[in-house]
């Protein structure tokens, strides 16, 4: 990871490869027992995916490196870090598609892992792909202190507080109306709590002291909202999205969105203003943030 300017695509691309070869190496192989576990994590990690949220802690921890300070030792605990917010998401994606959640058979272009596999050895490999997050958290070569921060911000964010309570939330709210706030605590809880603690794990690996943790969190924010109101803006208009749809609710009818309470004008001026927001906190980290700052464009403008 190199501290001279790349071009945005160019370092994306380079750390999207990065990732899917260090998430390689720290999987189980698949040859071992038990092997369709193993194999079933293997799918359900490795081959696909965006990579926002590695990106993120990539990031995060360039912008907050001190200067000459990169040592292999944070460069390790980077890409650990990184593999256990891949692997929270996974395990999240994994158990969201299973017939008692959302019941999806297509993620990633592919079958989905218990359709690829069967039920049990989908929802086994969700629950195994949690520990090996921590585990790997628990082997970054930095100080204890460090270590202990990342872990319970990565196990907060993930847990009834965060992400897993924010699912709870969405199953809860099935067939009822959700106000414009109770949606955006669901959703900032659901899908917002992964994406700022993978800001938040970049800067604490790396050292951040806390006026740059303090703009970390501010970003973090920002586009932890930006990334679900793009994604109920694709919803509507991507080539997928269902015409007709019922008002405060979802295309599939069943579940209400950015779109359907402020409108499609209306979610678009609140992205604009995110974007804004995110630029804004990263001023004063300088043009170390420059990645972050692409990502955040990155986020409004995706298409997928
Ligand atoms: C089942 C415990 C549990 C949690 C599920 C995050 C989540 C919670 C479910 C995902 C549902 C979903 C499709 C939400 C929309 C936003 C989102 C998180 C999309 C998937 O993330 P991307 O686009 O996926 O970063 P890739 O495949 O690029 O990694």
């Known amino acids: 990871m190199g501290r001279k300017p790349v071009d945005f695509p160019e370092w994306l691309s380079e750390r999207v490869e990065h990732i899917e070869s260090v998430l390689d190496q720290l999987l189980p192989p698949a040859p071992t027992a038990p092997r369709s576990l193993h194999e079933a994590m293997r799918y359900a990690v490795l081959g696909g995916g965006k990579r926002v949220r590695a990106a993120l802690v990539y990031a995060a921890g360039e912008a907050s490196l001190q200067s000459g300070s990169e ?10 870090a990184a593999a256990a917010v891949e692997l929270i998401h996974a395990y999240s994606l994994v158990h969201d598609d299973l017939p008692c959640m959302d019941d999806d058979s297509l993620r990633r272009g592919r079958p989905t892992v218990h359709v690829q596999f069967n039920e049990a050895t989908a929802m ?11 585990e790997l958290l628990g082997l ?12 319970q911000l ?26 414009g706030e109770q949606l955006q605590q669901m959703h900032s809880m659901k899908t917002g709590a992964l994406l700022e603690a993978s800001v938040l794990l970049g800067g604490i690996v790396a050292g951040a002291g806390s006026a740059t943790r303090a703009g970390l969190e501010s970003y973090a924010a920002a586009i932890g909202l930006a990334f679900q109101v793009v994604d109920d803006i694709l919803d509507v208009t991507s080539d997928t999205a269902t015409l007709g749809k019922t008002a405060g609710k979802d295309a599939a009818g069943n579940k209400p969105t950015y779109v359907s309470i402020m409108g499609l004008d209306g979610s678009r001026d609140l992205l604009q203003a995110l974007r804004e927001q995110a630029h804004a906190a990263l001023l004063p980290l300088g ?15 995706r298409d997928r």
Do not use: E, N
């Open 71 to 80: 040592a292999l030792a944070q460069r390790i605990a980077l890409d650990h």
């Open 124 to 134: 086994l490999a969700g629950d195994a792909l949690q520990p090996l997050a921590f």
């Open 140 to 151: 970054m070569p930095i100080a204890p202190a460090l270590t202990v921060q990342a872990t």
């Open 154 to 179: 990565l196990a907060r964010s993930a847990g009834s507080l965060g992400m897993v309570g924010g699912q709870a939330i969405d199953c809860d709210s099935v067939g009822q109306a959700l106000t």
């Open 287 to 301: 043009p170390s943030a420059a990645h972050l700052a692409s990502i955040a464009d990155y986020i409004v403008g």
